[in-house]
């Protein structure tokens, strides 16, 4: 079971913050720390508004974009960090060029999925020759099939682009259609739920990678996504429960033969009889 600690927009442009909430990911068991890349003069129009979840304070996307980018030594730091403790460190990229910028500091890279219909990103992606994944939120089947032919990802990623994702919009049978439509790739499922239950029940359904939002600590109430981040110890808690849990879903036939002649009525009407 291999999870990634999606660190997002949680270090609301503070490069300490980052580095802080990587450290915990990390000490906390995470197999992957995942960070966005991206600059808002390429990303969003500079009239663009603010969606509905995001924090007070800004007038535009723009405004709240830029004022979340990073410079590229806190990249080249949590890069350090993933390397020493052997995880991965996985860049989410938002241009061409800056694809290329992140195949400097990652060692695998995710296509977010509002980006899954940009063909030249994909390409770009492809082309540093690092392992990729595919998030899928909004997208068709169609949509979904024409960008795993032009990424050709490792990894293909269920996810309900809301944010956060209600119980009834998770959607997770599609992680068996994923699987049945692409069965020589790995399915995985990023989650905006709150909670873990996600996670546990996508396991059930065949996901094997899974990727959650992650905050380090109770007290940062103000990060962008807050309420559908894990905790440490939520954090823990999953890498715990998902092995057991894909157990419990492994098809199994025969393990309880041994109690047919201890616990089934034989002729004399009686167990064991």
């Not at 960090?81 to 195949?103: E, G, H, N, Q, R």
């Not at 209600?166 to 049945?180: D, K, S």
Request: charged residues 20%; positive net charge; aromatic residues 6%.
């Amino acid at each position: 079971m291999y999870v990634i600690a999606e660190i997002g927009t949680n270090h609301n442009g503070d490069p300490a913050s980052a580095i802080e909430i990587a450290a915990s990911a990390i000490k906390n068991g995470a197999d992957a720390v995942k960070m966005q890349l991206f600059e808002a003069d390429t990303l969003v129009a500079k009239t663009a508004p603010v969606v509905a979840h995001a924090p007070p304070g800004h007038a535009t996307q723009w405004e709240r974009m830029k004022s979340l980018e990073l410079p590229a030594s806190t990249y080249a730091r949590i890069a350090k960090m993933c390397t020493k403790a052997k995880i991965d460190f996985v860049i989410s990229p938002f241009s061409v060029d800056l694809a290329s910028v992140a195949s400097n500091y990652a060692t695998k890279l995710k296509v977010a999925s509002g980006e899954l219909t940009n063909t030249k990103l994909l390409k770009a992606c492809r082309d540093t020759g690092l392992p990729c994944f595919l998030s899928t939120g909004m997208a068709s089947l169609e949509e979904i099939t024409e960008a795993v032919y032009t990424l050709d990802p490792t990894v293909i990623m269920h996810c309900a682009s809301l944010y956060p994702t209600m119980p009834w919009q998770a959607n997770l049978r599609r992680i068996e259609t994923l699987e049945f439509c692409f069965p020589n790739r790995t399915i995985g499922y990023s989650d905006h739920t709150v909670g873990i239950e996600a996670c546990l029940a996508a396991a059930v359904l065949g996901a094997k990678v899974f990727e959650v939002h992650y905050r380090s600590n109770e007290q940062m109430q103000d990060c962008a996504d807050a309420l559908l981040s894990l905790w440490p110890k939520d954090l823990r808690k999953l890498k715990a429960k998902l092995p057991k849990v894909r157990d419990m879903a492994k098809r199994v036939q025969g393990e309880d033969a041994c109690m047919k002649k201890v616990l089934r009525r034989g002729p004399s009407g009686l167990r064991g009889g």
